[in-house]
């Protein structure tokens, strides 16, 4: 039997949908019913018989920072896909990012190695791969170094790969993927629904650096392949293309809003509207999401490499701009 976690959200219930699909037996988590609900509507949104599916998953209520919940989910379970994370690039959020990210891994991983769970899939992200390149191009042999560089979120991330190679030490296999951004349709919160929103309602500002993209459909069927491969205790990038931030916006403007004004928004003025959401929230009680940190990211030109993955199995990226323009 097999455990989800982060199964209400956009890469969990896409990766339910597929699993299901497959006749595998899949035990979900969910932390409140009206995520569970919208998990359904999706999946009837996709599928005429999206209900039958749904009905084929049990659904175990757990918060994965809690021990005592995790003890009765792990009853009978002999693989794991942990996709449950906590997303945020505000440095308020430190807090909960260890937590839900760092904790909730360690849990898991705890009783993955109690309960000898046969292999582990994690979802990572590329916020956790190294600086170090070759020929300015990051791959999986990139180093991590503990620099300022780095955001809230991209620590916990690292925190989190750290629990499972912990895991692999300790016997369990696994393996990691670190997808980029990842577009596709699907529940709300999701990359591309936010981006749409963003462009719809404002000027639109665009980074002056590059996006590393792959659609939902190529990480959930990678990551079932390298669940159901011999591959173990490996890690793997799941990026198709890097198109610099004014090609993705202008894409979308021009597909679906057709606005006239796009202006870059360059590392000066970023800090600068840094500098004007810290008035803010200091005279209007806003939160802050602009932080130095995310403004370098952002400003990152460098290219990464997600052709590991294609040697490895038989896997291969979709259209990217073909499927963007379908779910737009």
Same mark, same amino acid.
Not at 157 to 178: D, F
């Given at each position: 039997?097999?455990?989800? !976690?982060?199964?209400?959200?956009?890469?969990?219930?896409?990766?339910?949908?597929?699993?299901?699909?497959?006749?595998?037996?899949?035990?979900?988590?969910?932390?409140?019913?009206?995520?569970?609900?919208?998990?359904?509507?999706?999946?009837?949104?996709?599928?005429?018989?999206?209900?039958? +599916?749904?009905?084929?998953?049990?659904?175990?209520?757990?918060?994965?920072? /809690?021990?005592?919940?995790?003890?009765?989910?792990?009853?009978?379970? !002999?693989?794991?896909?942990?996709?449950?994370?906590? /997303?945020?690039?505000?440095?308020?959020?430190?807090?909960?990012?260890?937590?839900?990210?760092?904790?909730?891994?360690?849990?898991?991983?705890?009783?993955? +190695?109690?309960?000898?769970?046969?292999?582990? $899939?994690?979802?990572?992200?590329? $916020?956790?791969?190294?600086?170090?390149?070759?020929?300015?191009? &990051?791959?999986?042999?990139?180093?991590?170094?503990?620099?300022?560089?780095?955001?809230?979120?991209?620590?916990?991330?690292?925190?989190?790969?750290?629990?499972?190679?912990?895991?692999?030490?300790?016997?369990?296999?696994?393996?990691?993927?670190?997808?980029?951004?990842?577009?596709?349709?699907?529940?709300?919160?999701?990359?591309?629904?936010? %981006?749409?929103?963003?462009?719809?309602? @404002?000027?639109?500002?665009?980074?002056?650096?590059?996006?590393?993209?792959?659609?939902? @459909?190529?990480?959930?069927?990678?990551?079932?392949?390298?669940?159901?491969?011999?591959?173990?205790?490996?890690?793997?990038?799941?990026?198709?293309?890097?198109?610099?931030?004014?090609?993705?916006?202008? %894409?979308?403007?021009?597909?679906?809003?057709?606005?006239?004004?796009?202006?870059?928004?360059?590392?000066?003025?970023?800090?600068? !509207?840094?500098?004007?959401?810290?008035?803010?929230?200091?005279?209007?009680?806003?939160?802050?999401?602009?932080?130095?940190?995310?403004?370098?990211?952002?400003?990152?030109?460098? +290219?990464?490499?997600?052709?590991? &993955?294609?040697?490895?199995?038989?896997?291969?990226?979709?259209?990217?701009?073909? /499927? /963007?323009?379908?779910?737009?």
């Amino acid at each position: 039997m097999i455990l989800v !976690t982060g199964g209400t959200g956009f890469l969990g219930s896409h990766l339910l949908l597929h699993l299901v699909r497959n006749k595998k037996t899949v035990v979900a988590t969910f932390r409140k019913e009206n995520r569970v609900k919208n998990v359904e509507k999706f999946f009837c949104s996709l599928d005429s018989n999206g209900k039958n +599916i749904f009905k084929k998953i049990l659904w175990r209520k757990c918060d994965i920072t /809690i021990i005592p919940d995790l003890q009765e989910v792990f009853n009978g379970i !002999t693989h794991v896909y942990h996709c449950a994370a906590l /997303i945020s690039f505000s440095n308020k959020d430190i807090i909960k990012l260890n937590l839900v990210n760092k904790i909730g891994t360690q849990n898991i991983v705890n009783f993955s +190695i109690k309960n000898k769970i046969k292999k582990i $899939a994690y979802v990572s992200s590329i $916020a956790t791969l190294g600086n170090e390149n070759k020929d300015n191009q &990051i791959d999986e042999n990139s180093i991590w170094e503990n620099d300022d560089y780095h955001s809230p979120y991209a620590f916990s991330k690292h925190l989190a790969e750290l629990e499972i190679w912990r895991a692999i030490e300790e016997g369990v296999p696994s393996v990691i993927i670190n997808p980029g951004i990842i577009l596709g349709k699907g529940i709300i919160p999701n990359p591309l629904h936010s %981006l749409k929103k963003y462009i719809e309602k @404002n000027i639109i500002f665009y980074p002056s650096g590059v996006a590393h993209l792959v659609l939902i @459909n190529d990480v959930v069927n990678g990551l079932f392949k390298l669940m159901e491969s011999d591959i173990v205790n490996e890690n793997f990038i799941l990026v198709s293309e890097n198109w610099s931030y004014k090609d993705l916006f202008f %894409l979308i403007n021009s597909k679906k809003y057709k606005k006239n004004i796009m202006i870059k928004l360059n590392p000066f003025f970023a800090h600068l !509207t840094l500098f004007i959401e810290f008035v803010l929230s200091i005279f209007f009680f806003r939160k802050r999401i602009l932080n130095f940190k995310l403004i370098k990211s952002i400003s990152n030109s460098k +290219i990464i490499n997600g052709n590991k &993955i294609k040697k490895k199995i038989d896997f291969k990226y979709s259209n990217l701009q073909k /499927i /963007i323009i379908e779910d737009l």
